[in-house]
């Protein structure tokens, strides 16, 4: 192995992180005592917790490379894919996140099973696991590419020492180890980020006359570089609107809308406007600071080579710049802990992912394969079983993925073959009430047979390119998106005209539509939407019906709250986001204030210590 | 530098971005699951026009000060 990076104090560093880590994770599986615990963490955590979360699972290990790579090569312009997720969110908010929250879906096929039919619902299935397990073998490949040249320990061997770390505190802990684990390593990619950044600017500080960092890259960059959206339409390997279809409109929506993992975290909130606050602090806060994470290592770099000549060798590869530029601007242990930086994000994104693949394993292919027989001890079991399979699967992707040119390329393949179909068939599904099941089955079946016509003939796609330039054998790369969004939504659209529609009562709660009677759906009765106050009081323990609390009448007054409805009630900590808390309804009250009669079963459930106040909340 | 580097891309991303946005808050607002009536939902329209306004602000800014320093 030749040029190692890094001191022995740097491969201290990491593996004390990924110890640390694993750590962590094991120690949050006790609070995963069910399958809905394991996957979707028990409906109960604040928005805060879901949007730190989030962060770690949006930074991939591939997002530093990928990135930096092209904030060397491009400037400013690296920050466009993060910074263009916002044109959906009026229908993620109020269309799709109700849906999927209020109708208790657990996965990503079960939609397209209520919406359309069965055989949807496999197609799904597969294609939705293809993506989520190739995303897998990519976050192992782009590691263990850095640790490799920090350990010299040969790739492959390096990929399966990554998959067993993250199999140990996966397999105890399930979604709650994934949120607590991914709580940490969200703050830690952004302190690391953003020390990188400053240190990068103090670089260049102590190595050019300027006396300000910013000042000091500002200056360095050509104007070209400091623009924030690519040229329009050239050069072919990087240009604004090939990107804004494949990442701003099929990325999005495929994000926002397909993403199990995400998905499942939104509805590991305790309540859809906690889920809302997360997804637009996210997209508003995170995604911006994320963005300058991720890419200010190509930025510094950039600035370097321009003003420090031989500080970054001459022939430097884009792909390694983040590597380098974190090797030279850090000290002994500061770069260890920017590499472990590195290996955070691998094991969010991927943890995340394989929680989520799991779930579709056990949602889509077990459940319906057994008629749901099994016990949920049995199913949990199987859960951590199938988290495992899809690890050793992704491994073994790994040397085909390390055939493609790039990192940036096997993940744009990605993109363009797994979500074009899946998102016309989620959007037309949500938003088209006359979509049928035949119609969403044709998207899926001929829409990806005219995606690989448009593969093999490039000619089929050129209608679409907006003057990009073609390369022959390489395609028209991302603009190859908008053609496919186009077929796709075309067989869709042509075959539901001619096929007969579903009737309306099995729609009832699955498209935009009836968003408004999803509360009712979810609660079963009336929703009573009269704003009340949280109250605290102190629980005694008390033989009630299952799921029944019970308040005293003054408290409900100031709750707004009748029996039937429904409560939320947490340990009265605010920073344990509701890490301790249970969903319960209300019974019929008793006299005493301040006290609130719950089950032995619901005090467990909920980990509430004796001695320690609750705050309760009407939901509906 | 050109038209194509600084100002028609901005353009495109706000312009298909913009209908996409403006029809999805058409959409949640004609189908109720958006209410302007209830206190907790209309901030959220504020949220989401901020939102918009927010990214076209700081890229509108970014390309302006790009252009400014050639």
Known sequence: MENILGTNLDRIVILAYFAIVMGFGAYFGKY????????????????WLITISIVATGIGSHSFVKYSTKAYQYGFSSTMTYMNDWFFMPLFLFGWLPIIYYLRLGSIPEYFERRFSREARYIATFMILMYMIGYIAIQFLTLATALYKIYGIPLMLTVILIAIATTIYMHFGGQTSVIFTDLIQGFILIFAGLLLFYLGLNFLVDNTSYSSGLKALWENLSPAEKLPLANFNSPPDFNFVGIFWQDGIAGSIGFLFLNQGLIMRFMAA????????????????ILPISAIVVSNAGWIGKAIANSIPGALPADLAPNDVFVSVANLITSPGVFGFIIAALCAALMSTSDTLVNASSSVIINDIYRPLTKNKASDEEQLKLARLASVLVKVIAVCLVPFFNSFDSIYEAHGWFHSTFTPPLVVGV?????????TSTAVIATFVVGAFLMILGQMYPSLVSPFSHGIEFRPGRGYSYIGALYNLVVCAGVGVIVTLFTKPNPSKNLTGLTVFDVHKLKNIFKGSDVNELIGKPVIVNY?????????????????????????DLVYIQDSRWWLGGLKSIHATYDTPHKESGIVYISQKQCDSGMFIDGLSLKAEKEM | MSFYQTW?????????GGVSFLLGTFLIFRTGALRVNDPVHKKWVWVLFYGYFFYAFIHALFIYLAIESV
């Open chain 1, 270 to 285: 305790r309540s859809v406007n906690e889920g809302r606050k997360a997804a637009a602090f996210n997209v508003l806060v």
């Open chain 1, 540 to 564: 005694e323990i008390k033989d009630l019906k299952e799921g029944r609390v019970s308040f005293s009448e003054d408290d409900m007054k100031i709750a707004n709250a009748k029996k039937g």
């Open chain 1, 32 to 47: 995963s005592k069910t399958t809905s615990d394991y996957f979707f963490g028990g409906r109960r955590f604040a928005w």
């Open chain 2, 8 to 16: 028609l891309p901005f353009i495109y991303l706000y312009g298909i």
């Open chain 1, 427 to 435: 959007f037309l599904g949500i938003f088209w009430r006359r979509f």
